[in-house]
């Protein structure tokens, strides 16, 4: 529980930031489930983020889980948006760069292609 705390911590998610509510749970586990408010609802009110958590029949334990995927989710959103801000600096990077030898005869080839190409559009001198 301790790890979860700091995990919490570090991901800026605070108690008072969250809504929880208990509701009865559904699907197999018979009688007991239905009649159990085991399931965990968490909602992330700055985020808007919902978890629902019906792992286990304990209220306890599913409340535990509920906070682990909330702060998997947070840190899987993070990684996301670290990777993108690299991509970006690689893709800014990439396009500052001077072009190369090669690709600058290249350009030279295809503009002089092109500059024939017009010129044999040209109406023929007598």
């Known amino acids: 529980m301790d790890s979860l705390n700091r995990r919490l911590e ?3 998610i605070f108690e008072e930031d969250l809504e929880e509510r208990f509701v ?25 983020h919902e978890i629902t958590c019906q792992e286990t029949r304990s209220r306890e334990k ?3 889980i509920a906070r682990e995927r909330l702060c998997e989710y ?19 990077r990439y396009q500052k760069r001077k ?5 600058k005869a290249r ?5 002089r292609v092109r500059s024939d190409r017009k010129q044999s559009r040209r109406r023929i001198s007598e």
């Open 62 to 64: 599913n409340r535990v």
């Open 107 to 111: 350009v030279r080839l295809i503009k």
């Open 24 to 48: 009865l749970g559904s699907g197999s586990g018979g009688q007991k489930i239905n009649k159990t408010s085991s399931c965990v609802y968490l909602k992330h009110l700055p985020s808007g």
């Open 10 to 12: 570090r991901m800026k």
């Open 99 to 103: 072009p190369s030898r090669a690709e």
């Open 74 to 92: 947070f840190e899987r959103k993070a990684e996301a948006e670290k990777l993108a801000a690299a991509r970006d600096r690689a893709r800014r």
